[in-house]
């Protein structure tokens, strides 16, 4: 019994995000959430949504809009760095009680809970969508691969749910990883030791097998290579790393946030410009090269990840209308990430399949995208994602005690 007590009182500890990170409602008061943060999070789901939906614009907006484009690829890598940072505190945090099955379960559990069942019932929908728009029925055996993120691991086959290849890379991480730490503590008691070098092998192996895939013919950036998971664990590795040094040296860590925003912010924008180029007076996406097939995803990530020291220690005075909409767009942004592209495809391609003709039922067709998209994931958020999030609180303790239990009885 003494295991499932510390498994109970390290089941609140091993995830340091309480009901107030994760509230039903959101008011105009004071929250415990990192500002800075929710500003990196509300600017990653913006960038992929305006991305997404400003095809139905093109015809009828200047050429340099086209810029835009890009901005879903950043924003998802964007998403993998934070991810990696939060994971990756919370893992340090839990340090070396890690090595406890229990407490490993209970990670699983309070993160599954955190993204399983909204994902579920967005495949769900995605099917019915397929056959609401294009009469196509989804074969079992590929719904049960989309369900465990089994269509794009070692190779692309994604044929339904495309946006979902980035969730399937932090679904794997969120098993993968983890699981290594605890292999590892039960060979080792360092646990620095262990979290550097397990975050190390994930970063090598990822940056090595897309080095080595990049030449071949089959190989491209925007898909292969960006959406295989098991070629982008080291974008989730910047931030795991990044979250140690957070951790490990807090004092350096604020001193240098300044400087580090600087650079992350010219990283970022330089390696922006290298997406594109200038043909015949026109913006153009950029050639498929070796560089964007392989080290321009890690200088991206490294970018980004010189943005979390600042945006890590912005806390806030006071809130105030923009910071709320800021907290808001946040809170949404993993339902408003599976919401807003199947309502893009049922307003520009059902609902008013004709306005695209226009420059105002363009914009029309773009302001009912964006407000859908962000009043449904308001809703989801507000009635479905935070109730679960809310129910882990009372399942993982529950599973830890019998883990525990279970322990003593065969011990």
């Given at each position: 019994m003494p295991q499932a007590l510390t498994a109970r009182s390290h089941g609140d500890a091993i995830d340091r995000v309480s009901d107030d990170k994760f509230p039903s409602r959101l008011d105009?008061?004071?929250?415990?959430?990192?500002?800075?943060?929710?500003?990196?999070?509300?600017?990653?789901?913006?960038?992929?949504?305006?991305?997404?939906?400003?095809?139905?614009?093109?015809?009828?907006?200047?050429?340099?809009?086209?810029?835009?484009?890009?901005?879903?690829?950043?924003?998802?890598?964007?998403?993998?760095?934070?991810?990696?940072?939060?994971?990756?505190?919370?893992?340090?945090?839990?340090?070396?009680?890690?090595?406890e099955t229990s407490n490993l379960a209970t990670f699983y559990i309070r993160r599954w809970f955190r993204t399983l069942p909204l994902f579920w019932l967005f495949l769900v929908f995605?099917?019915?969508?397929?056959?609401?728009?294009?009469?196509?029925?989804i074969p079992l055996s590929e719904i049960l691969a989309h369900g465990f993120f089994l269509r794009n691991f070692a190779a692309l086959k994604m044929s339904i749910f495309g946006e979902s290849?980035?969730?399937?890379?932090?679904?794997?991480?969120?098993?993968?990883?983890?699981?290594?730490?605890?292999?590892?503590?039960?060979?080792?008691?360092?646990?620095?030791?262990?979290?550097?070098?397990?975050?190390?092998?994930?970063?090598?192996?990822?940056?090595?097998?897309?080095?080595?895939?990049?030449?071949?013919?089959?190989?491209?950036?925007?898909?292969?290579?960006?959406?295989?998971?098991?070629?982008?664990?080291?974008?989730?590795?910047?931030?795991?790393?990044?979250?140690?040094?957070?951790?490990?040296?807090k004092n350096r860590w604020r001193a240098s946030a300044s400087i580090c925003a600087v650079a992350g912010i010219l990283l970022v924008l330089g390696l922006y410009a290298t997406l594109w180029k200038i043909s015949d007076h026109q913006f153009l996406f950029s050639d498929d090269t070796y560089f964007a097939r392989t080290f321009r995803f890690t200088f991206v990530s490294l970018g980004f990840a010189l943005l979390l020291p600042i945006a890590s220690t912005w806390k806030l005075a006071r809130e105030t209308v923009l910071s709320t909409m800021i907290r808001r767009?946040?809170?949404?942004?993993?339902?408003?990430?599976?919401?807003?592209?199947?309502?893009?495809?049922?307003?520009s391609d059902y609902f008013l399949?004709?306005?695209?003709?226009?420059?105002?039922?363009?914009?029309?067709?773009?302001?009912?995208?964006?407000?859908?998209?962000?009043?449904i994931s308001g809703l989801l958020y507000r009635f479905f994602e935070s109730r679960c999030t809310h129910l882990?609180?009372?399942?993982?303790?529950?599973?830890?005690?019998?883990?525990?239990?279970?322990?003593?009885?065969?011990n």
């Open positions: 105009r008061t004071h929250s415990p959430r990192v500002f800075g943060l929710d500003v990196l999070r509300a600017i990653a789901i913006l960038s992929v949504v305006f991305a997404h939906f400003s095809g139905v614009l093109s015809p009828h907006i200047p050429w340099w809009f086209d810029l835009v484009h890009h901005g879903g690829f950043y924003g998802v890598e964007l998403f993998f760095v934070l991810s990696g940072f939060l994971i990756g505190r919370i893992l340090i945090r839990s340090g070396p009680e890690l090595q995605n099917v019915w969508l397929e056959y609401f728009l294009r009469n196509s029925r290849w980035s969730l399937a890379i932090e679904e794997w991480f969120y098993l993968l990883f983890p699981a290594a730490l605890w292999l590892g503590l039960k060979l080792s008691k360092r646990f620095d030791a262990v979290f550097l070098s397990s975050a190390l092998v994930f970063f090598l192996f990822s940056t090595v097998v897309r080095v080595l895939s990049a030449p071949h013919a089959w190989a491209t950036w925007t898909e292969w290579q960006r959406r295989i998971v098991i070629y982008r664990f080291d974008a989730l590795m910047i931030g795991v790393f990044a979250a140690w040094l957070s951790l490990r040296f767009i946040a809170l949404w942004s993993y339902a408003l990430y599976l919401t807003h592209w199947p309502i893009a495809q049922l307003i399949k004709d306005w695209k003709a226009s420059a105002l039922g363009a914009f029309t067709a773009f302001a009912l995208q964006l407000t859908a998209s962000i009043a882990r609180d009372r399942v993982a303790p529950v599973i830890a005690d019998f883990i525990g239990r279970e322990r003593v009885r065969t």
